[in-house]
C-alpha cells in the first residue's frame, strides 16, 4: 500500500523542503519508489534543491489542467531511478490546484509509488492544505525557537481536524516530529530549548534531530538532497530518520554536543 | 564566552523562559481550538442581551466550553457590577 507523506511546519525558513529531498532520496536509496511533490505553487524550489531545475518542461498544474500528462510532467532523478519529481507551477493564480484535481493525480501515483512525499509551502492557505489533506503521515519540521514551536501546534490543530482522514473518521494521521537547526552547544548554555522541551511541549514521537550544519547550504548550493553527503551529519541525521521510519531501532544521534576542547580546535566541517 | 558568563548562567536562562511562555500559550491556543466556532458570537449576542437589563462591564461575561468523553457543558459566567441597577 502507497503511503502519503507531508512534510509541514506552519512556519517558513525551518526546512521543509531539504526535508523534502532529503527523505525521498533517502526511501529511494532504500529500493522505494518514491515520488516528490511541490506544493508551493507560485514560488517553486524543490527543483532546485533537487538539481533538476533545467529539466522542467511541465508541472503540476499542467497534470491538473490535462494539459500535460503526469509521466510528462515527472522528472526522474538523475541520481537514484526510483526517485521522481513532480515540479510545482509558476502561476501567479491561487486557485491553479484544486482539491479534486490533487486528489486524483495523487490517486493515479498510489498506483505505481510506494511513497509519496507532499512538499508543503508555508502558512496556512490552499497550498498547504492540500499538501496535508490527503495524507497518511506528516513530517512535522520544527526549529528549536518560540515562533516555530507555536507554528507547529497549530499545523497539529489542523491536521487532526481539516484533514481527510480527520473529515471521514479514519483512524488519524501519524505524526512525527523532526527537530532542525539543532545546536547541542547552545541547548547546554540554556540558550535553546532542548530536543525534550520542544517534545514536551509539542507531544509528539521524535523521529530524529537534525544538526545545524553547513553541509545543508553546500547540498543546496550544488543542488543534491544533503542525504547524499554521506560524510556530513545533516546527511546522517535525514538517513537515520528515514530508517527509523522504516522501522528500523537506530539510536537518536546529535542530541549531544559532539565535540570536547580536543574537537574545538580539530573540529569538523 | 567570558568567564563572567560562567557565574550568569545561575539566572534562568533564556531556553527555560522560552519554554514557560510557550507551555502556557499552547495549552491556551489548544483549549480555544476544541471550542464551537460559534463560541465568540453566542459570548458578544449574550452580553448584548444583558446589557439591555444590567449595566455590565464588556468583560463580566466569560462563556466556557468543556468537553469531556460523555458530556459537553457551556459554562456561563456573569459578573454583575457591585450596586444593582434599578432598572427592572
Known amino acids: 500500500m502507497a503511503r502519503i507523506i507531508v512534510v509541514t511546519s506552519g512556519k517558513g525558513g525551518v526546512g521543509k523542503t531539504t526535508t523534502s529531498a532529503a527523505i525521498a532520496m533517502g526511501l529511494a536509496k532504500k529500493g522505494h519508489k518514491t515520488a516528490v511533490i511541490d506544493f508551493d505553487v507560485g514560488l517553486r524550489n524543490l527543483d532546485l534543491i533537487m538539481g533538476c531545475e533545467r529539466r522542467v518542461v511541465y508541472d503540476f498544474v499542467n497534470v491538473i489542467n490535462g494539459e500535460a500528462t503526469l509521466n510528462q510532467a515527472l522528472i526522474r532523478d538523475k ?51 492540500l499538501a496535508m489533506y490527503f495524507a497518511d503521515d506528516a513530517f512535522i519540521v520544527t526549529n528549536p525557537e518560540v515562533s516555530s514551536v507555536r507554528d507547529s501546534d497549530r499545523m497539529l490543530g489542523i491536521l487532526s481536524s481539516k484533514s481527510r482522514r480527520a473529515e471521514q473518521n479514519e483512524e488519524p494521521i501519524r505524526e512525527y516530529l523532526l527537530l532542525s537547526r539543532y545546536s547541542p552547544d547552545r541547548v547546554k548554555l540554556g540558550e535553546m530549548l532542548s530536543v525534550d522541551d520542544v517534545q514536551e511541549i509539542l507531544s509528539l514521537h521524535l523521529l530524529g534531530v537534525i544538526p545545524e550544519s553547513k553541509s545543508v547550504l553546500n547540498a543546496s548550493n550544488s543542488g543534491t538532497p544533503v542525504i547524499l553527503d554521506e560524510k556530513s551529519d545533516a546527511g546522517q541525521a535525514y538517513a537515520d530518520i528515514v530508517a527509523r521510519y522504516l522501522g528500523e531501532d537506530k539510536p537518536h544521534r546529535f542530541i549531544d554536543e559532539k565535540k570536547g576542547l580536543f574537537g574545538k580546535f580539530f573540529g569538523s566541517k | 564566552m567570558s568567564l563572567l558568563d560562567y557565574f550568569r548562567t545561575s539566572k534562568a536562562s533564556s531556553a527555560s523562559l522560552a519554554k514557560e511562555r510557550l507551555q502556557i500559550l499552547v495549552a491556551h491556543e489548544r483549549s480555544s481550538r476544541n471550542q464551537p466556532s460559534y463560541l465568540p458570537q453566542l459570548q458578544k449576542e449574550l452580553l448584548e ?21 460523555t458530556q459537553e457543558t457551556l459554562e456561563l459566567n456573569i459578573v454583575l457590577p457591585e450596586h444593582q441597577t434599578k432598572t427592572s
Open chain 1, 79 to 129: 541520481n537514484c531511478n526510483l526517485l521522481y519529481i513532480l515540479p510545482a507551477s509558476q502561476t501567479r493564480d491561487k486557485d491553479a490546484l484544486s482539491q479534486e484535481g490533487v486528489g486524483k493525480i495523487l490517486d493515479e501515483l498510489k498506483k505505481d509509488f510506494k511513497y509519496i512525499v507532499c512538499d508543503s509551502p508555508a502558512g496556512i492557505e490552499k497550498g498547504a492544505h
Open chain 2, 49 to 69: 442581551v444583558i446589557r439591555k437589563y444590567i449595566n455590565v462591564e464588556q468583560d463580566a461575561i466569560s462563556v466556557n466550553f468543556e468537553q469531556n468523553d
